[in-house]
């Protein structure tokens, strides 16, 4: 990060914006005012292209899609406990031939759901810190980070593969590591187990969903329909997180007026952060992200981290294969050679709910955090690490502070009727760990 002059970066004070006037505090200039109120998180997502983000019929839809194991593949409990360590992602009985029990389910299996990376209880992020990158049906290459607020977002993965929120639910349903779905997979269990809910919301599903063979439907346009079930079930996916969203924190009481809001330490480490330690360089505006795409030079260490990770120049590969339906940018440019090894710019709200840190959980804790930025960062990742990355010559009072700034971008978590358990079944087990079931949606 680069240091700077002043208290404040002048040269992000265009941030204000359109913000709403506030007199400043004692310490601080009208323009530092100004900048810290352009930075409030208020309001809510807008997608014009999800139909169905407004729709809250549509978003408990997907709520319940979100907590449910019965839509991805599965594997046998006698390839070994799923948190155990699979690697090869088990076996697959749908493609054996195995028909769904009167639950969903396929006979003697379990699947995974979005929420078993997505914990409410840990800021709907994944908090098995011990194995840095998460585990659906195989390891991932990645730490699984919240979905808190994540419908603000510019660009969505680690490396942007995705420009639409829907978009990445198709990565994150398709990919083989995490649920390893596909469109038929997911219409058959939408058939299985919420054919009613389905039909109220969008109209007839196909048929010969039901088919014990797991043949594609015969019907003619069967193909087109299963693209548009394949569509609607993302967008119901993204109406339901775009209901997640954290207001109100301190850091956004202060930045409106109340001088109580943040204590004395959090004030210093408010001050470093858009000053000495420059963090605002690149954790600017309301999300506290610049969406863009940087090199810090951190390395690939830790439990089932891959040996390499080229991060945005995969994204961009990742990008190009999403279907035009999903994604915003019509030619997605090649990768170039400072593409590797960049990733993009993790936004600070709520991060103290949410560690491990940094693309595979590479650093455990915010004071982890900080002392790596402190030090310069490494150089031990590919690419080219950023310009901004330099030593900060933070004392180890400042470090404290700063992590108590951090800690102040914690708000207030989204309405209990969206972290509860809404799907058809709550396994036993998941209630234990995922949070209490609330009242089923026929």
């Known amino acids: 990060m680069a240091r700077a002059s002043g208290v404040f970066i002048v040269a992000v004070a265009a941030l204000a914006g359109c913000t709403e006037w506030v007199a400043p505090r004692p310490g601080l200039t009208e323009q530092d005012q100004a900048l810290l109120s352009s930075m409030v998180l208020r309001g809510m997502p807008v997608d014009p292209r999800n139909e169905y983000l407004d729709d809250a019929a549509v978003a408990e839809f997907g709520q319940q899609l979100f907590f449910d194991r019965g839509l991805s593949r599965v594997v046998l409990p006698d390839a070994g406990p799923m948190d155990g360590g699979l690697t090869d992602g088990g076996i697959d009985p749908l493609d ?13 299996t379990q699947g995974v759901a979005c929420v078993h990376c997505h914990v409410p209880a840990a800021g709907f992020s994944d908090d098995r810190t011990a194995r840095n990158v998460s585990l659906g049906l195989r390891w991932t290459a990645r730490n699984s980070p919240t979905v808190l607020n994540v419908a603000f977002y510019e660009w969505w993965g680690w490396d942007g593969r995705a420009d639409t929120l829907w978009g990445q639910s198709v990565h994150a349903y398709d990919s083989p590591a995490t649920m390893g779905g596909d469109p038929l997979r997911l219409a058959r269990a939408l058939a299985a187990r ?16 039901d088919d014990a063979r797991f043949e594609p439907p015969r019907a003619p346009d069967a193909e087109a329909e299963l693209r548009r079930i394949y569509d609607r079930s993302m967008k119901a996916w ?3 997180m775009s209901r997640l969203n954290s207001f109100d924190s301190p850091f956004d009481r202060f930045a409106q007026g109340d001088d109580h809001a943040l204590g004395e330490g959090a004030r210093r480490g408010l001050t470093l952060f858009f000053g000495k330690a420059g ?30 990770d080229k991060g945005r120049s995969s994204g961009l590969d990742l990008l190009k294969k999403l279907p035009t339906a999903f994604r915003r940018v019509a030619d997605v440019p090649a990768p170039t050679e400072s593409d590797v090894g960049r990733f993009r710019t993790k936004s600070l709200r709520n ?7 940094m693309h595979a959980g590479q650093l455990e804790t915010l004071k982890d955090v900080v002392w790596f930025y402190n030090r310069g960062g490494d150089r031990d990742g590919l690419g080219t690490p950023s310009v901004f990355m330099e030593p900060l010559g933070l004392t180890e009072s400042e470090q404290s502070d700063l992590v108590l700034f951090l800690e102040s971008l914690t708000g207030q978590p989204p309405d209990a009727r969206w972290s509860c358990d809404n799907s058809r ?5 998941m209630e234990r760990r995922f949070g209490a079931p609330c009242a089923v949606i026929p």
């Not at 054996?96 to 003697?108: E, I």
């Not at 991060?351 to 840190?357: A, E, H, I, Q």
Request: aromatic content about 12%.
């Open 96 to 108: 054996a031939g195995y028909v769904l029990t009167d639950t969903g389910y396929p006979l003697a």
């Open 194 to 209: 919420y054919s009613d809910r389905y039909r109220a919301l969008f109209g007839e599903l196909l048929p010969d969903l």
């Open 238 to 240: 993204a109406a339901y």
């Open 279 to 308: 963090c605002v360089q690149c954790h600017r505006g309301p999300m506290f992200t610049d969406n863009q795409f940087h090199s810090v030079g951190l390395g690939q260490t830790g439990l089932n981290v891959p040996s390499v």
């Open 351 to 357: 991060v103290s709910l949410t560690g491990p840190y």
């Open 425 to 429: 079944e709550t396994v036993e087990g």
